[in-house]
Each structure stands twice: as C-alpha cells, then as structure tokens.
C-alpha cells in the first residue's frame, strides 16, 4: 500500500472518539455505479454484533456517504450526520445482534476513483462502505453488481473476514487475460493495455506464487488472484486482488528485474491481508515483512546483487531517519511527524530488521520461524510478540534482546 492515506483515516477514526463495541461482521452490498454522475448507488445490509443494551444510536464512521435511508426489522430509522459519520437511532430493546438495512450514495472520493468506463477502490474503505467499527477489525463482504454489458468486475472474498481496510472491488469494460499456476486462476484485468500487453507485464506472477507459497508454508488462501491495471501510480493490496497503477509497471517491459510491486502486493496476501497488524503502530509487520520478502524473490530469481540492492535502498532510507534524529524502534507508538519518516521505519527499517533475524537465525532457522509464524497466525490480528515467539521456537534461543533493539 502507498502509505500516503493512513493520517486521514486515523485522523477521521479519532474524531469518531472512543471505541465502540459494536461493529459490521459482514457487509453485503448491491452497487450499481454511476459512470456518468462518478457516483454508486449502494443497496447495504449489514450484521452488527456486539451493540450494548440500552443503546439508542449506532454510528455509521463515514461521513463522506450520502445516507438516505435506515431501516430496522421494516422500521425506518432516523438518521443524523456530523463530521464523524452518521448517527443511527436505534429503536428500544435491541442488540447485541441487529441486522441494518441502509440506502446510499457513494459519491467520488480518495479510495473511490472513476475511469471513463471504470470504477475501483483503493483502502479508503470508507468513503464507500458504511463502515461499523475499526479498520483494523475483519468483516466479510459480499458485492452483487448491476452493471453494464459487458463489464467484468472483481471483489473481496465473501467467506473470509478481511481487515476493513483491504476489503474493495472493481467493475468496468476491462480487457482481460488469465492463467493457472499452482492449481490457482492469475486474472488480468486492464483499463488500459491489451491482453498481450497484460500478458507481458505480469508474466512474473506464477513464479513469485509458487515462491511464497512455499515461504509462507501456506497456499494462497483464494482459488483466484486478480491483479487490475489502471492508469496512473497506486499499488493497493485487496484481500483477493491488487490495483497496480500502469505507471509502476512500465518499467518492467524495458527490464523484466522491475517486478518489484508484482511481488510487494502479491506477498500482500499473506503478510499484511491475511495477518494484519492488530495496532497501526505495529504496521511494520505488515510492510516491513512484505517489503523483505520481495527483496527475497528478487534474490531468488535475479540473483544475490538483486538482493543486495533492495537492502541498500533500505538502508539509505533508514540513514535518513538517522539523519533527521527519527530513528524509532519498529513499535513504536509515537506520532511521526512525516509519512516519509515513517515509511523509513515501518518499510525500510522492518526489512532490515528481517533481514538481521535471517543472519542471526541462519536460513534452516529463519524460514522455518517465517513458516511458523504464518501458519500460526493466518486470519488473526498480530503483534511484534508472536513473530519473536515463533522464531525464537524455530531458532531454539532467546531473541529478546535483538527485539529489543530493533522493536520494542
Ligand atoms: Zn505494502
């Protein structure tokens, strides 16, 4: 994920004040997009557990939605707005479980971008989904689309809960081409490009499959993997597919060693979507593993220099954090006062880190802690903590004070 949007989430999520118990277990949402007027209309139903007795309203945290209808059991709700979202009220003598039933317009925002005969999101989760709880929780979500002939579309996987944040979908009149690799379907979906050109640019993908796949000590968790390529520069993992901007990937015709956000957001898939990070500030496990890992494709198929040169760019980002007198162990639960900064600590600095542990560990040992790490955590929320137990398990010694060093 490019990093630049993670302060205007918190920002929005802080203004939504405490914690609230309750949240959405599942979303299921009829979209029919709006090309034209660059809107959705949204048909949502959603499963909320968790709601306190007594309560008599539900906040909605999305204020960029265009809510205009609530309904409970057949009952309509009467809505409020205010800078946190929309406040729900909800009749006496329900919860914990409830099932809302919500009308609305999504109009375009950052994370709900339009294209001439496009639509796709990318993590701004909820500027198009009513989202009911933190992002960092998982929900399930299901997207039934009306849409024109002939367009082709993709969404999260509707049996596996997913973070809010890499939950999305994309429809349009997209070119397409497809492959198996690893008993999986490869889809390539373009906006632009044509099926050769697809074909070319993402002829990497069965391999850097196979290769985490066997890393991660766990198959690709979906019978299908989607990369989208749209116009411009973003790179956003979604629980079942990516968004690749053309721009990442133009390079990579030139000189095919340039496959780097192939692999950053298919590693995604394990590191980062299937485990996540149970606390923003411990996102370095989610970027700073991924980041690692596709330095290790790299050394595998292009060889040790590939290798070396990924940890070079970390290290020269990280000496600028040095430099600025920002250099913060890994966890740290400080505010950063630029994304630059942080992304030096949670990208660069995380991969370095791993790379330590693999000199520390030696390669039986580490890849085995990597393994173990995965398998034991696959669908759960994380912290530093479980990624030393799992490695000191593998390693057979204490770890805590290299994690301390590093992390903590
Ligand atoms: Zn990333």
Known sequence: MAPTSVWRLLALLALAGPALAQRAEHYSLHVRPDIEAQRLQVQARLQISGVPPGSRELLVAAPGLQLSHAELDGQDLPLRHSEAGWHVQLPAGVGPGLTLALRYQAPAAEGL??????????????????CVGRLLERATLHVQFAL???????ASDAERPYPLYVLGFAAGRFKEASETASG????????????????????????MLAFFEAKAGLPLPHAEYTQLLVPGGVAQ????????????????????????????ELAHQWWGNLITCADWNEFWLNEGITSFMTAAWKQQRWGEAAYQRELEL????????K??????????PGDYPSLGLKRAIHYSKGMLFMHAL???????????????????????????????????GAAGMNLQRLFERWVY
């Not at 993992?237 to 340039?258: C, Q």
């Open 113 to 130: 971008v339009f294209g001439p005969n496009y639509v796709y999101t990318a993590y701004q989760s909820c500027n198009w989904l009513p």
């Open 148 to 154: 024109p002939p002939g367009w082709l579309s993709v």
């Open 184 to 207: 999986r379907t490869l889809r390539y979906l373009g906006a632009v490009d044509d099926e050769a050109g697809l074909r070319a640019r993402f002829a990497s993908t069965p391999a």
């Open 237 to 264: 993992e979604v629980s079942r597919h990516a968004v690749i901007g053309k721009a990442m990937l133009d390079p990579i015709l030139e000189t095919p060693e340039e496959d780097w956000v192939i692999a950053h």
């Open 314 to 321: 970390a290290a020269r980002r990280w000496e600028r954090a």
């Open 323 to 332: 430099a600025a007198g920002f250099d913060k162990p890994l966890s740290w």
């Open 358 to 392: 693999r000199q520390e560990l030696g390669e039986a040992a580490f890849w085995q802690g990597l393994r173990r790490y995965t398998q034991a955590n696959a669908g759960h929320s994380v912290r530093a903590a479980d990624l030393q137990e799992a490695m000191e």
